[in-house]
């Protein structure tokens, strides 16, 4: 359904009216004075039980006796829940109750779950970014029916748990001095970037990597010798946002840890390294030190060599260890750099008080150095440090029980949206001097930072891996002979893929560098960024009889290698009786693929963000060209290996999920939970094509939900699960047809012959579009979206496409919306439509 | 989702080690309590007490090091010699049990698996660990202790100084290592703080002082939080009274860890070799078992990368090249075996010398000796070697050699501990697709049990 502004202004009309007590109506989100008798009751005699009941009831599921929400019958109630919400109950081809019961239905469910579950961890479900299409799509961008009264939008106060990747991203800093933004290298990791995952694909501080001139081994003695420390927070979610506030909180076992990762920091801040080497090692002239460096010292922290220059951020933890005294100054301005740099926000009076009084405690129980490591590490436990407190406390609610954020919540929500690092020094000026309180204060430092390429913006970026998903490539374990059928090397795969997400990456942020058409171009680009390794994965995968003439040809072309140099001897011989001849140099074979048509990918120098040096000189290298990919063989990021990849499982594509994935990312779909019941596994045979072996979710009880995905997923089959381009499978020509269907937009449905096809038709849909922004107001709003919130996305798509698909005018205007800057102290449990 | 039974077993992490509920200190000393003539005796609160142990050397444990000649196929070890690096064994012949054939071959164990040798899945260098690991998953299901979970990592002394917490073997979940403690004088200030003297003393009260002002600003700052973040940060403050929490309960058991805590002598200080620290952090980890604080203790020799060293022991060589050394008859490797396995009778005296039920805690133990790197430094882990050592109170076969004659992966005998340790389990971090390809059967290993 695509929005006209004649429809906007008539929602926007009935809006105003309803704001106002004109009629009287259905508050979504609001089920208060529903009971089971007085209406779920009834809509189940109504709507479900003349199929759902009786003897032979549809599907087995007999609603007739079902009662009131308890603990035994909630997985059957959080069922109809999802059937509801979705409208994929009552069928359509039976009367349909209205919008308004739909609503109070499906609210009444998540209210009574909710109490029911409480003592269980509650109800969660309704919250789940997972769950966020269960809003209808068509009631937040199209016109809502007579009787539903919206409010006010506002999201709740709530305290935000720092991602790992933010933690890791702020302790960083305070060891490492990450170069200044080089507009003339714009890929290149500069200070503000996330700190990138390692060769393995694991998250880790190093220390003193920038000084290492010198080590004995090789990449894993590398690796084994240099300190490093791994993410401390944990994140449970692989795929879609996993980052909103309610998810987490920081255990026993992370605070533990954290409290001696700050140890070691603060050492590395007063000492450099000097706190984990000796002193020896520090010099520019390694030779001058090689008797110290004799015998295999491989792995050992002494085989590193540090040079001289300092490149640590001098502060005023280095100053305070530097003196001979602890005094009250020194301490005062260690506790106060510390508080601000692990929170962001200078420390209260009360709260450097505090702090001190702890500094001073340790010190004198274990003297000034050891006293004041323990002491200062004590403030990497702060509440602020570990959460980003948006709690409202300060300001007079509106008549709807809303506040704004003001001052350092709201300034730090803004650089939140944004940024991994603390707010730069203009906007905690504009912070410090009251300037961050209003919509145009937030809409002049969110357009300041957009506009500024130097102000790194590593949320934006993680707002596209989560929404993509490209980036579990690396994680993906492949069993070796199913890998190495595809093509590629078994030996490079997991750290080709990790390239191949910071390649993803950079595409990206070219992408948005040019801010026109973000979306669209992010599914249709021809462009992609690329290692000189690339040619194998974006190559083409043989056939059976071409793979068979390709070897074939290699072992004439040995054969001719060889009669030739035997004949070159035998001349030889003739030329130089008696003599006896030159040894012949072994001539190395060259190196075939014969399952891979490498592609020709050729294009301008540009780079990708990387890890420091975590593997010696095995580590990742920022180098990368932007290429085209081969005609008609891909478009866009769902055609890139670090995607389909991502979307695949040890032996095989996983067609399913990325039909899922397009049916819920870019169609606004919903799927249920899989009932408990099913046992979801596909036959295991290994001749048969993953299409046929997915006949398996075309028995009638599956396809209800898989007709909705396999369709959309089985398009990619043209290519394998590596991510390689293929013709065939299997030795028959690979079939990549597909079909949309009940996507809400009657000109998207239909078949489609292939990827290509199925990415073409979908990047111009408007639908698509509108899913996307809804996504955006998730990972930036940090919950689900509710018809309430319709007015923030209607108008954010209108940005967005008004501006001609720009990512930027989409950010400002979710950024400026109220249920960005607004806070409501109590939301009604229920609200979740 | 987040509940108070995950956040203490979450703790476990941290500490190395977990806490276990909040049962009070002495229903918590692995179950035990001290009669007046000193015999360890099970707490009527709680279920027989049972403890694991997982010795991982590094850099491979090859089959002709363990197997004795003439093993061709299962059979008992009467009769039989043991090769001469675990020649220290023989005199526990009746206790042993050599596994020869499960494979790893899925986590690419070259090098080392790290995280995937006791995870079950793809390992590697800078690979994080994608699931909990089975010691860590032992010990949520074996009975309750103080700490249900020690890890202690054993490397070159330059190392442990360094870098003296590290995470290569033990996870609680995905991309959640657990670390190995590696100063042995951080390790006593954890466990035995509270009755410790001199700096390791003055060391654990400024840290409890610290952990207490913590806690207070903590819970200062959860006040007016709004009600839904309320049972969320309220797990965050919690974390900080069970960590004091459970200093205050060891203080509640001081007396009797008194009687297991060892003496801190000069070693701790003054190591004049690796091995002194070895050595300590191993009696350290023995008396967490025979004190009753922990149920599970994993031990990295190596701390489960490629590198290492014994020079206490007279290998003068240290780091990768021993790992590119064949075992078989090597001297080198010998004295490296022999010394582990003179830690593993060590073990094996100390808890039998405490007795518990109607025997000795080693009747109640179970010692699983094996390496993070299969059979050798550069495998794909078609055989992966394992010793076990006692019967967890009779549930495995013992003084005999089993030839495994099927494909069974190490997570079968994973799942088998787990089944044993009350938890049904007929996969361990296993899929049915993957099993698939990698495992010929299902459930424990019925080979192995009694």
């Not at chain 1, 020194?330 to 962001?344: G, M, N, S, W």
Request: proline fraction near 5%; aromatic fraction near 8%; glycine fraction near 8%.
């Amino acid at each position: 359904m695509t929005i006209g502004e004649p429809r906007t202004i008539y929602f926007l009309l009935l809006t105003f009216s309803l704001f106002h007590g004109t009629a009287r109506g259905y508050t979504p989100g609001d089920p208060a004075g529903l009971t089971f008798e007085g209406f779920a009751k009834g809509f189940l005699q109504d709507h479900c039980t003349d199929c759902h009941g009786g003897s032979d009831a549809e599907a087995g599921l007999n609603l007739e006796g079902l009662g009131p929400i308890d603990e035994i019958n909630q997985a059957q109630w959080k069922s109809i829940w999802a059937q509801v919400a979705l409208g994929e109950m009552p069928p359509s081809d039976v009367e349909s109750p209205d919008v308004i019961d739909r609503l109070k239905l499906t609210d009444w469910i998540v209210r009574e779950l909710s109490n029911h579950l409480q003592e269980f961890g509650g109800f969660l479900a309704s919250s789940d970014p997972e769950k966020g299409n269960f809003v209808d799509h068509d009631l937040l961008f199209g016109v809502l029916p007579p009787g539903i009264k919206l409010n006010p939008t506002s999201s709740p106060a709530r305290l935000w748990r720092v991602t790992p990747q933010e933690h890791v991203t702020r302790l960083n800093e305070l060891i490492n001095r990450e170069p200044d933004y080089d507009p003339k290298k714009p890929g290149l990791r500069s200070h503000g970037d996330v700190v990138p995952t390692n060769h393995g694909g694991e998250l880790k501080i190093y220390f003193g990597t920038d000084r290492i001139i010198q080590w004995q081994g090789g990449t894993v003695a590398y690796a084994t010798a240099v300190k490093s420390l791994p993410a401390v927070l944990s994140s449970a979610r692989d795929h879609g946002l996993k980052n909103y506030p309610s998810f987490y909180t920081v255990n026993s076992a992370e605070a533990t840890q954290i409290l001696g990762a700050a140890e070691d920091i603060i050492r590395y801040m007063a000492y450099g390294p000097l706190s984990i080497a000796q002193a020896y090692q520090i010099t520019d002239d390694p030779k001058s030190i090689a008797d110290k460096m004799e015998g295999d010292i491989r792995g050992l922290p002494s085989s590193i060599v540090y040079a001289t220059s300092v490149k640590r951020p001098i502060t005023p933890i280095f100053e305070l260890f530097e003196s001979d005294q602890a005094n009250d100054k020194l301490v005062k301005q260690a506790v106060d750099y510390l508080y601000e740099a692990v929170t962001f926000r200078p420390p209260t009076e009360s709260q450097s008080r505090t702090y001190q009084r702890i500094v001073h405690d340790s010190i004198e129980k274990l003297g000034k150095e050891q006293g004041s490591v323990l002491g200062l590490s004590s403030i990497f436990l702060e509440r602020d440090a570990l959460f980003r407190p948006e709690l409202a406390e300060e300001g007079t609610p509106d008549s709807f029980g809303r506040v704004k954020l003001k001052d350092w919540e709201l300034g730090l929500a803004v650089n939140h949206a944004l940024s991994y690092i603390k707010p730069d020094s203009v906007l905690r000026d504009a912070i410090a001097k009251g300037k961050m309180t209003t919509r145009d204060d937030v809409r002049r430092e969110v357009e300041r930072m957009l506009a500024d390429d130097s102000i790194r913006k590593p949320r934006v970026l993680r707002f596209f891996r989560d929404y993509f998903d490209y980036d579990r490539g690396g994680y993906i374990c492949k069993d070796t002979a199913a890998l190495s059928s595809t093509g590629v090397n078994t030996g490079s795969h997991y750290r080709a893929m990790f390239d191949a997400t910071a390649s993803t990456d950079r595409l990206i942020e070219l992408v948005l560098q040019d801010d026109k058409d973000v979306l669209k171009r992010l599914l249709t680009t021809e462009q992609i960024v690329v290692t000189r390794g690339d040619n194998l994965y974006l190559g083409r995968r043989r056939s059976q009889d071409e793979e068979a003439a390709s070897v074939a040809a290699a072992k004439l072309a040995a054969e001719e290698a060889a009669e030739k140099a035997k004949a070159e001897l035998e001349a030889w011989k003739l030329a130089n009786p008696g003599e006896t001849p030159p040894k012949q140099k072994k001539s190395r074979q060259p190196s075939i693929n014969h399952k891979i048509d490498p592609a020709t990918l050729r294009g301008d120098k540009v780079f990708a963000r990387v890890s420091r040096r975590s593997f010696g000189n095995g580590s990742m290298k920022p180098d990368r060209e932007l290429a085209v990919v081969p005609e008609g063989q891909r478009m866009g990021i769902l055609t890139h290996p670090s995607w389909l990849v991502s979307h695949s499982d040890a032996m095989d594509n996983h067609a399913i999920r990325r039909g899922r994935w397009i049916r819920e990312r870019l169609i606004g779909g919903g799927i249920p939970d899989i009932p408990i019941t099913v046992d979801a596994m596909l036959p295991d045979e290994p001749k048969t094509t993953l299409r046929e072996r997915m006949r398996v979710t075309r028995e009638d009880y599956c396809w209800t939900c898989h007709k909705k995905m396999d369709p959309l997923g089985l398009p990619f089959e043209m290519f394998n699960h590596a991510g390689i381009f293929r013709e065939t499978e299997l030795g028959e020509v690979v079939n990549t047809s597909g079909k949309i269907i009940e996507s809400g937009d009657e000109d998207l449905d239909g078949e489609v012959s292939d990827a290509i096809d199925l990415i073409e038709r979908l990047a111009a849909s408007e639908r698509v579009e509108q899913v996307f922004v809804r996504h955006a107001f998730r990972f930036w709003m940090g919950r689900n979206e509710t018809l309430h919130d319709a007015n923030v996305l209607q108008e954010a798509h209108r940005a967005y496409r008004d501006n001609g698909g720009s990512m930027r005018a989409l950010l400002v205007s979710l950024l400026t919306s109220d249920a960005f800057i607004y806070r409501q102290r109590d939301t009604p449990a229920s609200s979740t439509q | 989702m987040l509940n108070r039974r995950r956040m203490l077993q979450g703790f476990a992490g941290g500490l190395g080690a977990a806490l276990g509920s909040p049962f009070s200190a002495k229903d918590l000393l692995a179950a035990t309590t001290v009669s007046s003539a000193g015999r360890i005796e099970l707490s009527s609160a709680s279920t027989s007490p049972k403890r694991v142990v997982f010795f991982m050397q590094n850099q491979g444990f090859h089959p002709s090091t363990c197997v004795p000649e003439g093993a061709k196929s299962s059979r008992s070890l009467a009769g039989l010699q043991l090769p001469e690096p675990i020649q220290a064994l023989e005199p526990y012949k009746d206790r042993l049990h050599i596994i020869n054939g499960l494979h790893g071959t899925h986590t690419t164990p070259s090098h080392s698996a790290f995280f995937g040798a006791l995870g079950g899945y793809r390992g590697g260098d800078g690979v994080p660990p994608s699931a909990g690991t089975i010691d860590y998953e032992l010990s949520k299901t074996l009975p309750s202790t103080l700490m249900p979970h020690l890890c202690i990592g054993m490397d070159s002394l330059e190392n442990m100084k360094s870098k003296p917490t590290i995470a290569n073997l033990s996870a609680s979940g995905a991309g959640q290592p657990i670390f190995m403690h590696s100063n042995p004088n951080h390790l006593y200030q954890m466990l035995y703080g509270g009755i410790s003297s001199g700096e390791i003393r003055q060391q654990f009260e400024a840290r409890s002082s610290v952990m207490d002002q913590v806690e207070h600003l903590a819970e200062i700052n959860g006040k007016r939080l709004p009600t839904a973040d309320q049972q969320r940060y309220g797990q965050y403050v919690q974390g900080f009274r069970d960590v004091n929490g459970l200093r205050d309960r060891l203080a509640t058991v001081s007396d009797h860890l008194k009687k297991f805590a060892p003496e801190v002598d000069g070693r701790y200080g003054s190591p004049e070799f690796e091995t002194d620290w070895h050595d300590v952090l191993l009696d350290l980890g023995v008396s967490a078992l025979k004190s009753g604080i922990t149920n599970t203790l994993t031990i990295g020799s190596g701390r489960g990368e490629i590198f290492g060293s014994w020079k206490g022991i007279g290998v003068e060589q240290q780091g990768h090249n021993l790992g590119h050394i064949n075992q078989p008859g090597n001297p080198i490797w010998i004295k490296i075996r022999q010394y582990n396995c003179q830690m593993l009778v060590r073990m094996m005296e100390a808890l039998d010398s405490i007795p518990e039920g109607s025997g000795t805690m080693m009747d109640n133990t179970l010692i699983v000796y094996t390496s993070n790197n299969a059979d050798k430094q550069h495998t794909n882990g078609a055989n992966w070697p394992v010793m076990l050592l006692g019967n967890l109170d009779g549930a495995f076969k013992t003084g005999c050699f089993t030839q495994m004659d099927s494909k069974r992966p190490i997570n079968s005998l994973y799942a088998t501990l787990l089944n044993v340790a009350g938890k049904s389990c007929d996969r361990f971090n296993m899929n049915e697709k993957v099993a698939k390809k990698f495992d010929s059967s299902e459930g424990p290993l019925r080979e192995v049990l009694a």
